[in-house]
């Protein structure tokens, strides 16, 4: 059944009821962009919100970074984790506030959704790592939230989405063609409308829109190829669930500049599973 | 009231004129509106764009909007022309660094560039530090300026704490603040490709919280330019000590070593390679081999040994050039690159001539002992029916003597008598040939067996019309001599003179004192003749058994002759000139002090014959 373009329409309104980020990562995400922001504008941008300051500051100075003595301000820890590094914190701190409500009907398991994004968040920083991607906070991030399509969907268009997790069950489909079957768009999509409607880093919107579809990524090819081998080894190896019990077709071009083998996915898989607890650890602070 | 002007200023790019041009503005409005506030003007009266009929607070704000607006894009407008500046300024540092660093020599000079570019253009430092080394083996501290004790136990601090290990492992610039002289530290990882190589520490006055991701960003690209610059120039440091290393080896062979490349020109020849062959280095260097003279024979090894890519060991060669002639021993070797591809050969050599040399003349008195022993045995055999013959004829001979008329055959008798002797003679020098060791050594000077032997022969001269002469040293050395062989030499060799001297030749004899090789004492005896002189084809053989060029000679008495004087240690060698004369010259070695009693008087009466027949 084919959506209208209007009933679409109507979706994607109400999507955008979506919530803006908090004003203080916006204006993070702006401030970074800029390479003349010192590191005092950084924390200070931070210190508005007293209770993220706490939080990002937890988590520098947790066993999860490993620096050898105490991180005692924002400023400080941007000199030493670098920009990005901040950035990303402030944004995972927050995102996984929005959606830390854990209402959900079983169909939809939330537990088992952030057992699942939290592992690809550690995949795509082990990935990130192996690959020698710049930035590893960014892809750890960006694993983090690839999936907040769903959320969305679950949250703002509630009843339609458990009728495309029904047809989900009843088939044994992936996720995402049910989505699209039913509702005209898919997650990936959503993903999409949400990375805009919150100004992320550009970096960071293409991972969002485009994993299920690598080849479409324009502007950081690596980082998409990154999350989208992420989330098939995910679901390979059975950590946590996505909403579906298959697994997509690997983009073999999107990962062929990795130049991986055998042995180098059998290393990832021995030690997902201790960093996937360190990440468990880590979180839980938030 | 006074007229609003009629024209728009333009606004210009430059914020200052923005803002003198709006306050100019302003004040004429506020002019204006100060004198009647509410009452619309007249239309005709525009201020950018605006109609005057609004009322004019309301009217003031729109404008003020306006201008904040424009000004605001003339603001960004200049803060992107700056930022173009200054990217263009950080490509130019980046640059000029590049260029500086190329023409640098040293690690010290990198790091100078690096640290001064660094302080001029980025971030101001006081005190700074350089750590070097490898993710494997560690970094240690390879230089610091302008730090004071305080910097130094607060760097000592930080190492120790970990946060040299931390920039290590994160690879990223990061800004620390430090106790001591200076509030910050700046710890920049110096990467070369993949690996990190040095850490920079800089001791800044500059607020840690101060920085900028573009400080980060320059300072990290600077220092990564300087890492690259450094490890290139430490790869050439190690190519050149590799270099130098080699070539020391080369120099130290004992051995000579010559390569050639494929075209067969010659590479490398070291210094006891150019010793050996007797050359120059310009000479041969960077020539085809077989060009050089007399060399062809060795470039044709190496030839082979390209084309068959095989080693060819323990080759002799021989090297002829005019009359010298000098024998190689040689392995020669193909050089191969990548394992299996040819692309030159190589040999190692060594002189073999003296050794040669050697070998001659051990096969020669080998021969000579061989000679000995048969003629040991042979002469044994022959004694006997020798002493029958002798006893017979003697007898015969007496008989006949009884008998007047068998007068005539006495002759003949004599005659048999003569040549059994002489038999006799011939085999008891082959005898003596095979004599070997035991000899009898006493100490006496040579001058006594020399002028004792002359007497012997001093009747046949005279009948001759030779003369005889000596010149002897009286204050030669002693030599250890068995006297009847020494005895032997001298009357052969005087012998032989007479033979090849005619009527008015004249034997000379001289004794004198010599050093030999390393400073042994040596006594020479010169038998010097004005005879025919031998032919230069003969004078290699004549110590040779059984060479004669006498038709009744045995060709034995040189041969003896060299066996004694070998027997003694000495030596003897002959000069000729056909048609001049002949002279042996004979080297015996000086007795050292303490050795054999002095030789018992021998009579000056006792005849050759007796001597020589015994």
């Known amino acids: 059944m084919v959506m209208e373009k209007s009933k679409i329409k109507e979706l994607i309104a109400k999507i955008e009821k979506l919530p803006t980020l908090p004003v203080v990562v916006a204006r993070i995400n702006a401030m970074v962009q800029n390479p003349k922001t010192s590191a005092r504008e950084v924390g200070a941008a931070i210190a508005t919100d007293p209770s993220l300051s706490a939080r990002v500051l937890k988590m520098v100075n947790s066993a999860y970074f490993g620096f050898p003595s105490q991180i005692s301000s924002i400023s400080h820890a941007t000199t030493i984790l670098g920009f990005n590094a901040i950035q990303n914190l402030a944004l995972t701190a927050t995102v996984f506030q929005l959606f830390r409500d854990n209402s959900g009907d079983e169909l939809f398991d939330r537990r088992r959704f952030w057992e699942h994004s939290l592992g690809v968040g550690v995949l795509s920083r082990l990935l990130a790592e192996k690959t020698r991607y710049a930035d590893k906070e960014e892809a750890f991030t960006a694993g983090l939230i690839h999936d907040v399509g769903k959320i969305v969907l679950d949250q703002f268009v509630h009843e339609e989405f458990k009728a495309v997790m029904g047809l989900v069950r009843a088939n044994d489909m992936l996720l995402y063609e049910a989505e699209s079957r039913l509702l005209g768009l898919n997650h990936a999509n959503v993903a999409y409308i949400v990375s805009q409607k919150w100004n992320l880093p550009k970096k960071l919107q293409e991972p969002l829109a485009y994993h299920h579809a690598p080849g479409l990524s324009k502007y950081n090819p690596q980082l998409t190829g990154i999350v989208h081998l992420a989330d098939i080894l995910c679901r390979a190896l059975k950590i946590g669930n996505g909403g579906d019990n298959k697994v997509p077709v690997l983009d073999k071009a999107a990962v062929a500049d990795f130049k991986l083998n055998a042995s180098d996915i059998e290393q990832l898989k021995n030690v997902s599973e201790k960093e996937i607890e360190k990440a468990e650890v880590f979180l839980e602070m938030l | ?614």
Not at chain 2, 116 to 124: E, F, G, L, M, Q
Not at chain 2, 444 to 455: A, F, L, P, Q, T
Not at chain 2, 519 to 535: C, E, H, M
Request: hydrophobic residues 40%; glycine residues 6%; negative net charge.
């Open chain 2, 1 to 614: 009231m006074s007229p609003l002007p009629q024209s728009t200023p333009s606004i210009s790019r430059s914020l200052a004129d923005i803002a003198r041009q709006i306050k100019a503005l302003f004040d004429e409005v506020d002019q204006v509106a100060r004198e009647d506030f509410s009452r619309p003007v007249s239309t005709d009266v525009r201020v950018s764009g605006f109609s005057l009929t609004e009322p004019l607070n309301v009217l003031l704000n729109q404008v003020r909007a306006r201008l904040v607006e424009k000004a605001e894009t003339a603001r960004l407008q200049q803060d992107a022309l700056d930022e173009l500046s200054k990217s263009r300024d950080e490509i130019e540092n980046l640059r000029s660094l590049s260029a500086a660093i190329a023409l640098a020599q040293t690690r010290d000079e990198i790091v100078e560039l690096l640290r001064s570019t660094i302080r001029d253009k980025v971030i101001p430092f006081g005190g700074s530090a350089l750590y070097q080394g490898s993710e494997e083996l560690g970094f240690t501290l390879t230089g610091a300026w302008d730090t004071t004790e305080a910097d130094a136990r607060e760097i000592d601090r930080q190492k120790t704490a970990g946060f040299l290990q931390w920039v290590i492992r994160a690879h990223t610039t990061i800004a620390m603040p430090a106790e001591g002289k200076y509030p910050t530290a700046v710890y920049v990882p110096m990467n070369a490709g993949n690996q990190v190589i040095g850490i920079l520490l800089l001791l800044t006055p500059r607020a840690v919280d101060e920085f900028t991701q573009s400080d980060q960003e320059r300072v990290q690209m600077l220092c990564s330019q300087a890492a690259v610059a450094l490890e290139n120039a430490r790869l050439v440091d190690q190519v050149l000590q590799m270099k130098q290393y080699n070539e020391n080896i080369l120099i130290s062979l004992t051995s000579g070593l010559l390569a050639v490349d494929l075209d067969g020109r010659v590479t490398t020849l070291n210094p006891s390679g150019l010793s050996i062959l007797n050359m120059a280095a310009p000479d041969i260097l960077g020539r085809q081999l077989s060009e050089v003279p007399r060399l062809d024979s060795f470039a044709r090894l190496l030839s082979d040994t390209i084309s068959t890519g095989q080693d060819r060991r323990n080759i002799e060669l021989e090297l002829n050039f005019g009359e010298h002639r000098q024998i190689l021993g040689v392995s020669a070797s193909p050089i191969l690159a990548d394992q299996d591809r040819v692309i030159g050969a190589l040999g190692i050599f060594t002189d073999l001539t003296p050794i040669k040399t050697l070998e001659l003349q051990v096969r020669r008195s080998d021969r000579l002992a061989v000679v000995g022993q048969l003629a040991a045995g042979a002469a044994h055999e022959i004694r006997n029916p020798l002493s029958a013959i002798r006893g017979n004829i003697q007898l015969l001979n007496r008989k006949l003597q009884k008998l007047p008329e068998a007068e005539p055959l006495l002759v003949k008798t004599k005659s048999i008598i003569e040549e059994v002797d002489r038999i006799n003679r011939i085999v008891a020098g082959m005898m003596d040939m095979s004599k070997d060791g035991a000899l009898q050594l006493a100490r006496v000077s040579i001058n006594k067996v020399v002028r004792d032997v002359g007497y012997i022969v001093e009747g046949n001269y005279k009948e001759a019309g030779v003369g005889l002469e000596f010149v002897l040293d009286e204050l030669l050395p002693d030599v250890q001599v068995d006297m009847a062989e020494m005895k032997q030499v001298f009357l052969n060799l005087y012998q032989n003179a007479l033979q090849a001297m005619s009527t008015n030749g004249k034997l000379m004899v001289t004794t004198s004192r010599t050093v030999v090789g390393e400073g042994k004492d040596f006594v020479q005896v010169l038998v010097a003749d004005t005879g025919a002189g031998i032919d230069e084809k003969h004078v290699e053989k004549i110590f040779a058994p059984f060479f004669t060029t006498k038709s009744d000679g045995t060709g034995l008495g040189l041969s003896i002759v060299h066996r004694i004087v070998e027997e003694h240690k000495g030596r003897i060698t002959v000069e000729s000139v056909v048609g001049k004369g002949t002279t042996f010259k004979v080297l015996l070695p000086a007795a050292p002090a303490g050795s054999a009693p002095p030789a018992p008087q021998v009579p000056a009466s006792q005849t050759p014959a007796e001597t020589a027949g015994g």
